[in-house]
């Protein structure tokens, strides 16, 4: 074998094991990514000059993330609230985030969790599709942004599912 096909075999070895390596890191990579699924999201709709509204969904991850924020253009905040009874009296606060387990359902409902809507900048009216950014921390506290469409249901809607 001589100098120059030795040299070369070296090379395509070197080259194939650089190769493989940023593949495993790509791979590696990919699997830190929450991948969160939204279902069935909607918004409470609203009456003229109302301020506040609510928006629901369920929400799964195939790995631990947190939803740590909200965005919309159709208000000037959101915040990640939850509603509970405490010494018989039903009480809604902000919460700082929610944890989402992976492969467990994260049910935000009216009375308990949801994305609370302030400063609405105009009336939600039945059958709006409302632009949603969610944003969840991934464990390696990288931010993960999940857009959605939330479908505006009219103001006596549960969290039964829409047809």
């Known amino acids: 074998m001589t100098f120059i096909s030795c040299l070369m075999t070296l090379l395509k070895e070197k080259f194939m ?7 495993l890191l790509l791979m590696a990579s990919a699997s830190v990514r929450a991948e969160v699924t939204i279902d069935n999201p ?11 509204t609510g928006a629901f969904m369920q929400i799964t991850s195939s790995t631990p993330a947190r939803l740590v ?58 059958g709006d599709m409302v632009p949603i950014k969610l944003i969840f921390e991934r464990p390696d506290r990288q931010n993960e942004v999940v857009e959605i469409k939330a479908i505006a249901r009219p ?9």
């Open 69 to 126: 924020a909200a965005q919309s253009p159709v208000a000037e905040h959101l915040e990640i609230h939850e509603m509970k009874m405490e010494s018989g009296v039903m009480k809604m606060r902000e919460v700082p985030g929610l944890s989402i387990l992976p492969g467990k359902v994260v049910q935000l409902s009216p009375g308990g969790y949801h994305v609370m809507f302030m400063g609405l900048k105009h009336q939600v009216k039945d």
């Open 155 to 163: 103001l006596n809607a549960g969290s039964e599912k829409s047809e």
């Open 17 to 23: 094991k650089d190769l493989f390596v940023m593949f």
């Open 42 to 52: 909607w918004v409470r709709a609203t009456v003229p000059q109302q301020k506040f």
